[in-house]
């Protein structure tokens, strides 16, 4: 499995992003799909996490309410939308996933068994 991320960028407080992430490599139909961050001199920290249905939806406490995550099975892609965005969301934002269809486990970085490059987010104050 091979997972590629966009949509990074260098924006400003309050502005919004979406990235993506799509996998190649084999249908993801039975595969939990997340996103992690992790910020200079930080450990890698939990952001959501998406399993096959729409019934398996994780969002960490820090970016409830602002972020949405989504997911088009067609398409193997998974989304986060990011929205009211704050300089502590700066990070390195990866997409990650391991297979188990509903995701539990969810926070476990180290369950997740396939990452993606990382694309940087950088919001300026």
């Known amino acids: 499995v091979q997972l590629q991320a966009s949509g990074g960028g260098l924006v400003q407080t309050g502005d919004s992003l979406r990235l993506s992430c799509t996998a190649s490599g084999r249908t993801m139909s039975t595969y939990c799909m997340g996103w992690f961050r992790q910020a200079p001199g930080k450990g890698r920290e939990f952001v959501a996490a998406h399993g096959w249905s729409g019934t398996n939806t994780y969002i960490a406490e820090s970016v409830k309410g602002r972020f949405t995550i989504s997911r088009l099975n067609a398409k193997n892609t998974v989304y986060l939308q990011m929205n009211n965005l704050k300089p502590e969301d700066t990070a390195l934002y990866y997409c990650?996933?391991?297979?188990?269809?509903?995701?539990?486990?969810?926070?476990?970085?180290?369950?997740?068994?396939?990452w993606g490059q990382g694309t940087q987010v950088t919001v300026s104050s």
């Open positions: 990650a996933t391991y297979p188990v269809v509903t995701c539990s486990a969810y926070r476990d970085f180290r369950r997740y068994a396939y």
